[in-house]
Nanobody, 127 residues
């Protein structure tokens, strides 16, 4: 069992940066592939970034590539999403998700692959 809690969202202006955190509980977290998704009002949840269980591999959606960085801290059982050069289009509720599967064996961009989800944290970028 893995429980996830996101934090770090807020209201910022275009061009600003935010660092989201996903605090996990459960000893299986270190074996999990972890992703960030986001959902804007009236839209379906979309994939943002993923990191594998040993941090060897990461993947990003084209819309955030070069601006966002996913990472994880083993000692703190926490995953992060560093968001730079934020745009109004980035406004959404951001969720972290985890699954005890290898990144090489899942389609990371599909939300159905994940068994654990956080409650979400709101990110609003003003124009």
């Amino acid at each position: 069992q893995v429980q996830l809690v996101e934090s770090g969202g807020g209201l910022v202006q275009a061009g600003d940066s935010l660092r989201l955190s996903c605090a996990a509980s459960g000893r299986a977290f270190s074996a999990c592939t972890v992703s960030w998704f986001r959902q804007a009002p009236g839209q379906e949840r979309e994939f943002v970034a993923v990191i594998d269980h040993n941090t060897v591999s990461t993947l990003y959606a084209d819309s955030v590539k070069g601006r966002f960085t996913i990472s994880r801290d083993w000692a703190k059982d926490t995953a992060y999403l560093q968001m730079n050069s934020l745009k109004p289009e980035d406004t959404a509720v951001y969720y972290c998700a985890a699954v005890q599967r290898s990144l090489r064996n899942i389609n990371a961009a599909l939300d159905r692959e994940y068994t654990s989800w956080g409650q979400g944290t709101q990110v609003t970028v003003s124009s």
